[in-house]
Nanobody, 122 residues
Framework: QVQLVESGGGLVQAGSSLRLSCAVS????????MGWFRQVRGKEREFVAA????????QYADSVKGRFTISRDNAKSTVYLQMNSLKAEDTAVYYC???????????????WGQGTQVTVSS
């Protein structure tokens, strides 16, 4: 069964850190780029970060650059998002997704997880 399962979300205070995980199954993880997006209710899904199939290339939204780090472990079929210095405006549902390349548009991702809620209190 093809699936992406996010975990690691929660309620934290501003300035804290969280690490999100996305465990993948049902396809060859190392063949695909992976991305993280976030969405606030009533707003469009927003690109956060992406990583190439090898992990050698990454891309970040300006709003998270220097605070968030995307990484992957192909042996564990898992992609991570380390989030440091969290701000209230980082509050959203975070989704991981699969793509064929290092891209930033949601429409270029073909498989999505169910999301995990991150809430940052100020």
């Amino acid at each position: 069964q093809v699936q992406l399962v996010e975990s690691g979300g929660g309620l934290v205070q501003a300035g804290s850190s969280l690490r999100l995980s996305c465990a993948v199954s049902g396809f060859t993880f190392s063949s695909f780029a992976m991305g993280w997006f976030r969405q606030v209710r009533g707003k469009e899904r927003e690109f956060v970060a992406a990583i190439s199939w090898s992990g050698g290339s990454t891309q970040y939204a300006d709003s998270v650059k220097g605070r968030f780090t995307i990484s992957r472990d192909n042996a564990k079929s898992t992609v991570y998002l380390q989030m440091n210095s969290l701000k209230a405006e980082d509050t959203a549902v975070y989704y991981c997704a699969r793509a064929w390349g290092l891209v930033t548009r949601p429409e270029d991702y073909d498989l999505w997880g169910q999301g995990t809620q991150v809430t940052v209190s100020s």
